[in-house]
């Protein structure tokens, strides 16, 4: 096993409920001929739900299911039992192709549902402590996320990873810190994304990636790789933009034009022991920008910054 790359439904315009992008048939076809031989599943119901169905797209295009993304509203204990019976629907989807491609196990990534509270929502990028959970509401937000994980793992044996994800509560450096205190990491992992992570730090110092993956080492087994645009982030930042008007604007742009040296970061994952998959993600609305074009100059920036 080595590090390989794949690439998701997102970088085609099908992006958490902000509506669905070109069809999966076409994505999957045009995320192999550009490059990638694995894929993330996408908005529940974007792909085949049928497993055997599933399965035949998967297996014939030679890729491996990667994961999904599944967004809980973690702060209200009234959602819990429904995040969880959404999450395990997903779950038992991924388990029922997870022999498909190279033997990967797929992870669920779950997250906080990001957008919902509006001060979040119109803060992403600069979140303040003052913006953040309380003791109380951080106990009842690690306990939805506990329950979901070990439902996951009990039923279908497969691993949770946590997303930290701007525009929700856990997306600054210190709110990561937090919920890996607050958690487990026998129930739950982290997913450590490039580009949400530099955003959510309310900075423009990529340095700031590596730092963080040394941060959170012992907790991270999935990876994606984001880049983020500093003039766009700054302009975001400076104009008040709230995370969707971000996101409509480029802040997450193509890998090598942001300011994230994905050479010296895998280098850094490699240094850690990492051996596995990392999923490329260019956030676009539906119908922005080419999805194909950008996601054949990702991966030939990938192979010159990292020889793979």
Same mark, same amino acid.
């Given at each position: 096993?080595?590090?390989?790359?794949?690439?998701?439904?997102?970088?085609?315009g099908?992006?958490?409920?902000?509506g /669905?992008?070109?069809?999966?048939?076409?994505?999957?076809?045009?995320?192999?001929?550009t490059?990638?031989?694995?894929t993330?599943?996408?908005?529940?119901?974007?792909? *085949?739900?049928?497993?055997?169905?599933?399965?035949?797209?998967?297996?014939?295009?030679?890729l491996?299911?990667?994961?999904?993304?599944?967004?809980?509203?973690? +702060?209200?204990?009234?959602?819990?039992?429904?995040?969880?019976?959404?999450?395990?629907r997903?779950?038992?989807?991924?388990?029922?192709v997870?022999?498909?491609?190279?033997?990967?196990?797929?992870?669920?990534?779950?997250?906080?549902?990001?957008?919902r509270?509006?001060?979040?929502?119109q803060?992403?990028?600069? $979140?303040?402590?003052?913006?953040?959970?309380?003791?109380?509401?951080?106990?009842?937000?690690?306990?939805?996320?506990t329950?979901?994980?070990?439902?996951?793992?009990?039923?279908?044996?497969?691993?949770?990873?946590f997303?930290?994800?701007?525009?929700?509560? $856990?997306e600054?450096?210190?709110?990561?810190?937090?919920?890996?205190?607050?958690?487990?990491?026998?129930?739950i992992?982290?997913?450590?994304?490039?580009?949400? =992570?530099? =955003?959510?730090?309310?900075?423009?110092?990529?340095?700031?990636?590596?730092e963080?993956?040394?941060?959170?080492?012992?907790?991270?087994?999935?990876?994606?790789?984001?880049?983020?645009?500093?003039?766009v982030?700054s302009?975001?930042?400076?104009k008040?933009?709230?995370?969707?008007?971000?996101?409509?604007?480029?802040?997450?742009?193509?890998?090598?034009?942001?300011?994230?040296?994905?050479?010296?970061?895998?280098?850094?994952?490699?240094?850690?022991?990492?051996?596995?998959?990392?999923?490329?993600? /260019?956030? $676009?609305?539906?119908?922005?920008?080419? *999805?194909?074009?950008?996601? +054949?100059?990702?991966?030939?920036?990938l192979?010159?910054?990292?020889?793979?």
């Open positions: 096993m080595a590090i390989r790359f794949g690439n998701a439904p997102c970088s085609w099908t992006i958490e409920g902000w /669905q992008g070109i069809g999966y048939a076409q994505m999957l076809d045009e995320l192999v001929e490059g990638y031989r694995g993330e599943l996408g908005d529940f119901g974007y792909m *085949p739900t049928e497993p055997e169905r599933l399965r035949l797209e998967l297996s014939s295009r030679g491996t299911m990667l994961g999904a993304y599944e967004g809980v509203y973690l +702060k209200d204990p009234a959602l819990h039992a429904a995040g969880e019976e959404r999450v395990l997903t779950a038992r989807l991924l388990k029922s997870a022999d498909v491609g190279d033997g990967w196990q797929p992870f669920v990534v779950l997250a906080d549902e990001h957008s509270d509006p001060l979040r929502f803060n992403a990028g600069r $979140v303040r402590p003052e913006l953040g959970l309380s003791a109380s509401e951080w106990k009842t937000f690690a306990a939805g996320a329950r979901i994980a070990r439902a996951v793992r009990d039923e279908t044996g497969l691993r949770t990873v997303h930290h994800h701007c525009a929700g509560y $856990v600054a450096p210190w709110e990561i810190e937090a919920f890996l205190e607050h958690t487990d990491s026998a129930i992992g982290l997913v450590f994304d490039t580009g949400h =992570y530099l =955003y959510g730090t309310g900075t423009n110092e990529p340095q700031q990636v590596l963080g993956l040394e941060r959170f080492k012992s907790r991270v087994g999935y990876v994606h790789y984001k880049d983020c645009h500093p003039l982030a302009e975001a930042r400076s008040s933009w709230n995370y969707k008007e971000a996101v409509g604007k480029g802040v997450f742009c193509e890998l090598g034009q942001g300011q994230i040296d994905f050479g010296a970061v895998t280098q850094k994952l490699l240094a850690l022991g990492y051996d596995g998959w990392i999923t490329v993600e /260019q956030d $676009v609305l539906s119908g922005m920008g080419q *999805p194909k074009e950008s996601a +054949k100059r990702n991966r030939e920036y192979r010159a910054v990292t020889g793979l």
